[in-house]
Structures are given as C-alpha cells and as structure tokens.
C-alpha cells in the first residue's frame, strides 16, 4: 500500500512530503504538514539564513520529542534540482553537504524531517573564509533572560566600538544568538579568536553576569560562546521552529511569522506594490521578537522619521540627516577591517592558542 503524500507548490516548482498526518509535536498535535506549510509561507525570510550556505541535516524523522541524528552528506538518491558541495573538516574527511537557495529545496530537507535550520557561516563559493562572527548567549541554570538581554547590550556596545554591527535574534530556546556580517578575509581560526576577543571585553566589562570560561565548572551567568565559530559548528538561523513544546522559532514565535507573512502578501497582491514591503515586515516581526534588546525596528524607525517630518515640514532637514548617518555608516565601515584584524590579534593573544 503505497505511503499517504501531499504536494506543496514552492515557486513554481511541486515538492512532495510524505507522511504528511505524522505528528511531529505531540504537545501541540501540530504535524508534519504544518511544519512543511509554516516553511513555505516564511521562505523568504527563512532563506536569508541559510540561501547560498552549506547545511547540515538535523533530523527528526520521530517528531520533537525524539531524539534527531545529524547528517552531513546530502542523501544519495536527490533530486537534480539540490545543489550539493564537498566540504573538509579539521579531521580530513569530507562530506557533500546540501546548499538550499530556494523555497523548494528548502521544503525538500524539512520533508527529511528537520525541524530546525542549521547553515555554516560560509557561503558554497569560499567554503574556507567565513562572512560571518556568531556571539551565541547561552544562559546557565537558572539564569534569567532580563541577564541574557542585558548581555547582549554589552555585545551591541562592544561591537559598536569597533566599527561592527551585530544582528541580534532569539535563539528560539533561552538566549540570544549575534550575527555579525564580516569581509570573508579571515580563516575559520581568525574569526574564532575574534569572537573570543569580544567574549572576554564583554566579561571584563560585566564579570558578575557574563563569563568566557570554557569548563563548564567555571561558568556563571550567561556564557558566551565563542567556539559555535569553529569550522564544524553550527546554529538554527532565523525562522527555525525549534524543538520545543511552545512552538518557538528562533527569532521569533512561528504563529507570529506566518501571519505576518500571509497579510504581508495579501497586500502585496491587492495593491501591487513592491516585494520590499514583505522584507520590511519580515524585519518587523524578527525585530520583534528580538525586541527584547530595546533595539526599534527598522519599519518603526521608518514610520518615526516620516512622522517627524511631517510635523516639522522639515524633508529637506531630515534627508541632510539620513545623508548624514549614511556617510557615518561608511565612515564606520571602513573602519571595521582594521578593527577585527586588532579584535583576532588580541584573541590571539588572550587564547594563548586556546
């Protein structure tokens, strides 16, 4: 008797799941098919993520509340259509690893049962420097999220010191993960030391909250995890469901991100307007989410500024104002190869090789 199937429709290309009425959230009675139909309304902020990435399969072929095995090598028999490429680990062996750039090929791994979404930080075409530095906030026992927000300010303030800029978003479970786009310059190594750099700033600055202590013995606080930027490691992008009881995402609730995404559409067919206004939603509901840090949204600081304006009748004002910020902006930027060469320099120096 052949398996009960469904087919979902992901621009413009038919992706089939298989055993779609499996419960994969027993707390909930959410299935398969809802995980699948969550993915596919989210695919444009999702693959923000993960687009262009190397990825490694977490799955959860049981549900949730199973144990997930992690798979590194694509599957054997894949569609044409899923790209794969080799990549080495510091154990010299290899593996071809799934890159997802579409909405499609997304849906294919979730229907191998992954829950969550787990990229590398480097892009398929330079899989030797990463683009990114991740500060993962990681909360000990009984540690409370008021302390993991209060950590991740000091981040913002550390990194805005030198001329960095950190993207934060919940992690989906109790802390905070930072990503820091970075010039894909530096080895896996330099990289690392660098986000050691920033731990330990952060615990100088705040050692009764925060600890860079690698035994987990000598941890307190909320402990920065500097070593999710060694070569092997990696972490559930944003709009990752995660295994957990409430449905979390990583970023953001997952209810919340499907609806934002259905009205942001419905919109964008009623009035034709621009594919921006979904990535300005998107933005919206992630800063949300993220909100715990105090930081406004990109779409709350858009509609702040036009009401500004309108009040002072001061345009001409306010656009010598955003030239302003955008010329501090690049100012900082450049600024910013220098101060990660000074930040792995002094990691270096700090690790001692560690």
Not at 124 to 147: K, N, T, Y
Not at 174 to 185: D, L, T
Not at 233 to 241: D, L
């Amino acid at each position: 008797m052949p398996k009960a199937q469904t087919v979902i429709e992901a621009a413009g290309r038919e992706v089939v799941i298989t055993n779609p009425d499996k419960i994969f959230f027993p707390a909930t009675g959410y299935t398969k098919l809802d995980l699948a139909k969550y993915y596919a309304a989210v695919a444009d902020g999702a693959l923000r993520g993960i687009a262009a990435r190397p990825f490694v399969l977490k799955r959860y072929v049981n549900g949730a509340d199973h144990e997930p095995f992690f798979q590194k090598r694509a599957p054997e028999n894949h569609p044409d259509w899923i790209e794969t490429v080799e990549l080495r680990f510091p154990s010299g062996r290899t593996a071809h690893e799934i890159v997802i750039r579409t909405p499609a090929q997304l849906l294919w791994v979730v229907n191998l049962g992954c829950i969550d979404l787990n990229p590398h930080p480097v892009r398929a075409d330079d899989l030797d420097h990463p683009d990114e530095l991740r500060v993962d906030l990681d909360p000990g026992p009984g540690v409370s999220f008021d302390d993991v927000r209060r950590v991740a300010l000091i981040v913002r303030d550390v990194l805005d010191e030198n001329a960095l800029v950190g993207w934060p978003k919940t992690s989906g479970s109790r802390g905070i993960h930072v990503n820091v786009r970075v010039e894909r310059r530096w080895t896996f190594d330099q990289v690392r030391r660098g986000a050691l750099a920033v731990a330990r700033e952060v615990e100088r600055r705040a050692p009764e909250i925060a600890t860079s202590k690698w035994w987990k013995e000598e941890r307190h606080g909320v402990f920065l995890d500097y070593n999710q930027n060694a070569k092997d490691r990696t972490v559930a992008s944003a709009w990752s469901v995660r295994p957990t009881p409430g449905l979390r995402s990583s970023g953001l609730h997952a209810r919340h991100g499907t609806e934002t995404f259905r009205k942001a559409r419905r919109c964008v067919r009623r009035h034709r307007c621009s594919s921006r206004l979904v990535d300005e939603a998107a933005r919206a509901v992630s800063e949300a989410g993220k909100g715990r840090t105090r930081r406004r949204s990109l779409a709350s600081e858009l509609q702040e500024t036009k009401r500004r304006a309108s009040a002072r009748g001061a345009v001409a004002a306010e656009a010598t104002a955003d030239h302003r910020r955008e010329s501090a902006a690049q100012r900082r930027c450049a600024r910013g190869t220098r101060a990660l060469e000074e930040a792995t320099s002094e990691g270096r120096r700090e690790a001692g090789g560690g």
